[in-house]
């Protein structure tokens, strides 16, 4: 790969689109379109209404709180960081706030940006951000309707266990995980 490359250009030449599916979270679009070898193929493309929003629950002991509930679309239970989604033109910070509160009751004395990411991006363009939450007290939980949680809290080395022998796969979760990680390894976090 030349090092001159315009990471900027795009390759993909697009002919038409055709919205298939639309719902208040996804948009599915069909694209004619060419690739970048110049042959004609079909892509389809999911498009997000919301961006994804999750938040780590570091205690003063240094244990993780964890919110498990089923995952409808993969058919199995899930243990993960509490998440959920932010409308566009709603503040990040004010909706993993909000997340943090009704998934597990716990508020947070500072949220601060954790890391941003793309979730799957092949065929989507979901994005999303990553909040640490510090300073937590407990309160009271008020789920969405369609939530049935569970909470449970663990330490950082028994969440990567639990990850490396497959049992946590949530992407948000294990990126966060491993992040936490390395930020304890290079001592910054206090």
């Not at 193929?41 to 919110?67: C, E, M, S, W």
């Not at 409308?87 to 004010?94: L, N, Y």
């Not at 706030?97 to 065929?123: C, I, K, P, Q, W």
């Not at 989507?124 to 049935?148: I, K, V």
Request: hydrophobic fraction near 35%; include cysteine.
């Amino acid at each position: 790969m030349s090092s001159d490359f315009d990471e900027t250009r795009d390759p993909w030449t697009r002919l038409s689109k055709r919205v298939v599916f639309d719902s208040p979270w996804i948009t599915v679009e069909d694209h004619t379109c060419r690739d970048p070898a110049g042959n004609d193929t079909q892509y389809g493309v999911v498009r997000f209404k919301n961006r994804a929003v999750g938040v780590i629950p570091l205690h003063d002991d240094g244990t993780i709180t964890l919110v498990g509930q089923y995952r409808f679309a993969l058919e199995q239970y899930s243990w993960e960081f509490p998440e959920g989604g932010c409308p566009q033109g709603r503040d990040m910070i004010d909706t993993a706030a909000m997340e943090l509160s009704e998934e597990t009751g716990l508020r947070a004395e500072s949220l601060t940006h954790f890391m941003d990411y793309h979730l799957s991006n092949s065929v989507t363009d979901e994005s999303g951000a990553l909040y640490l939450a510090r300073g937590l007290t407990q309160g009271e939980a008020h789920p969405e309707d369609s939530e049935e949680l569970h909470i449970r809290r663990v330490t950082l080395d028994a969440l990567l266990k639990e990850i490396e022998a497959g049992k946590i796969t949530d992407s948000i979760t294990v990126m966060g995980a491993y992040k936490l990680a390395l930020w304890r390894a290079e001592v910054k976090l206090d």
